[in-house]
């Protein structure tokens, strides 16, 4: 098992440009989540899904999309980037859509907006 | 406002002595505590969790213990190895919160040989 991948692992964009993060999980889990990790802090949530074809804001959404696309994949777009994106982004999968059980993160993707 | 705290960036502790890391909370809706370590470049890994029934719970070298009425959870390592060294991070999820989990900032953890 692979567990929880994410590509691409470094990107730089200059600002206005687009992308989409790729996240994908083999676990058979329920919920996805996007996360980003600034400099000295802790992990704040972007967005979650709790199930295939439900999404959810988080702490800081402003500024991303996301798409629930099946079971295993939740992708998280960007449309416009700005410099305050620049951050280490970390997808996490659970088995569990209540509070109970650990969540399974991918490696990152370091995203740099110049 | 922060409701999940670490409130020290750093902690430094000679190999084979215990580590104590420390966390606050402050939402009373909090049910479940977790745990996670993290290496410079990777994703976070879960350690161990506690649920608020309970008052500790133990897995090998690392136990974690709750006290509800001050809402503090602490995390004890003994004996402390040089692989130990990482970041280390509070979460806590509350029953209504749909899997969502609330992050301290993280205490860097240096195991010195």
């Known amino acids: 098992n692979a567990g929880v991948t994410q590509t691409p692992k470094f990107q730089v964009l200059k600002t206005g440009q687009s992308m989409t993060l790729q996240c994908a999980q083999d676990m058979n889990h329920n919920s996805m989540y996007w996360y980003r990790q600034d400099p000295g802090m802790g992990l704040r949530l972007i967005y979650y899904?709790?199930?295939?074809?439900?999404?959810d804001k988080g702490e800081v959404p402003n500024g991303y999309n996301v798409s629930r696309l099946n079971k295993r994949e939740f992708s998280l777009r960007l449309e416009s980037a700005a410099p305050s994106q620049t951050s280490v982004y970390f997808c996490?999968?659970?088995?569990?859509?209540?509070?109970?059980?650990?969540?399974?993160f991918g490696p990152g993707t370091r995203l740099t907006v110049t | 406002d922060q409701q999940v705290k670490q409130n020290s960036p750093s902690l430094s502790v000679q190999e084979g002595r215990i580590s104590i890391l420390n966390c606050d909370y402050t939402?009373?809706?909090?049910?479940?505590f977790l745990w996670y370590k993290k290496y410079p470049a990777e994703g976070p890994t879960f350690l161990i969790s506690i649920s608020s029934i309970k008052d500790k719970n133990e897995d090998g070298r690392f136990t974690v213990f709750l006290n509800k009425s001050a809402k503090h959870l602490s995390l004890h390592i003994v004996p402390s190895q040089p692989g130990d060294s990482a970041v280390y991070f509070c979460a806590a999820s509350a029953n209504t919160n749909a899997g969502k989990s609330t992050f301290g900032d993280g205490t860097t953890l240096t195991v010195k040989p």
């Open positions: 939402n009373s809706m909090f049910d479940y």
């Open positions: 899904s709790a199930s295939e074809g439900t999404t």
């Open positions: 996490a999968s659970s088995e569990a859509s209540t509070n109970l059980g650990e969540q399974y």
